[in-house]
């Protein structure tokens, strides 16, 4: 729409064109050739020393700065690499220090606790050889005492029974025929009395 | 009409008439509005350069997109072999963009609206291409108008075509700038005769015209710079890489 429009007052505008060419002698001015030679002559003027003065001064001087601009940004991104490869080598390193020293610790718990079992083990044998030298001793104590039991409880028996007689006949009796008596029962039932 | 919508394309004298010879180079408006653009160019790109900043103010900022976007025009249409021609390809688009752009305040006069100036820009282009295409391929620059896989009983068609519009570059070349930037300019004259014709009661549609058109001629002044400056890159690829 707007181009149509455009494009119709462009038409539009070349009618008045020709009238202007009609109503005055001129008509367009750019077909005046009197100034013409003026128009070349300041173009080549003007452009020539902007042309000079652009591509000797300040083109390179822009170009220069972007070039440098770039390089300081790939400089800038290269030492950011290198530092980010440095901290990722040293993260690296940390990490393998937290997992050495985990080993580390965990090594060294084992020891003390090995050492630990170790000791307790050592102390518990010796106990287990005290408790076990007590007990034999005690065993060896109670068998003696088993052992001297029916000795004692013979001569018992016989004492007993040779004051009991002398009481009941009022006589002295020969010891050594009670203790044959003893004895003999002894041997019968001594089984029943002091087994085990 | 309230004035003649040409009028503003007249080229007057400032100041005393200098004569060289039998040739008239006197101080015009055309002259002072050449010097106005050239002289607000380098103080951009002379200010725009100054200071080496790593983070560009706004005025660095203006002069190094320029110089990227000239700069990528360049090598995208006519390559690496190009480099050389950069300044001159860079001035001349900012040279046609200034003098459009000084061409839309109004009451100035438009340099680029003159068929004399964009004929001597085209035609120094036209030159200074075919100069390099010979200089670059000898008389094998001449294939130029021959392209390849063509017919052989069209080839003289064809040339006869090829060597038309190679000669006809710098008129198309200047004509379309020309053209582009009068008939912009005249029709927003007619225009704003109109809004004065028509007077406060139908004056709006004309004056909202003029207001649309004022945006649509500023596009049309950097596009025909654009385009000025990429129509050289094209002819300078022709002569630089000869893919015929």
Known sequence: MVKKIYFQSIFFSFFFIKEAFAAESGGMPQLNPEFWVSQIFWLILTFGIMYLVLSKLILPKISNNLESRKSQILENIEAAEKQREDSDAKLKEYSEIISKSKLEANSIFNQAKEKALKDIGAKREVLDKQIDNEIAEAEKEIDALRKNAPDKINKIAIETSSELLQKLIGAEVNNSSISAIVDDLFKRNGDKYYGN | MAANPMSQFDVYRIGPEIKVGAFDI??????????????????????????????????????????????????????????PYFAFIFSLFMFVLFCNMFGMIPYTFTVTSHIIVTFVLAAFIFIGVTVIGFIKHGFGYLKLFVPSGVPAVLLPLIVVIEIISYLSRPISLSVRLFANMMAGHTMMKVFGGFVISLGIVGGWLPLSFSVALTGLEILVAFLQAYVFAILTCIYLNDALNLHH
């Open chain 2, 26 to 83: 006197s101080f015009t408006n055309a002259s002072l509005f050449m010097i106005l653009s050239t002289v607000s160019i380098l103080l951009i790109f002379n200010l725009g350069s100054k200071k080496n900043s790593i983070l560009p103010n706004k005025i660095q900022l203006l002069a190094e997109l320029s110089y990227t976007f000239v700069s990528k025009m360049i090598s995208d249409t006519a390559g690496s072999k190009a480099k």
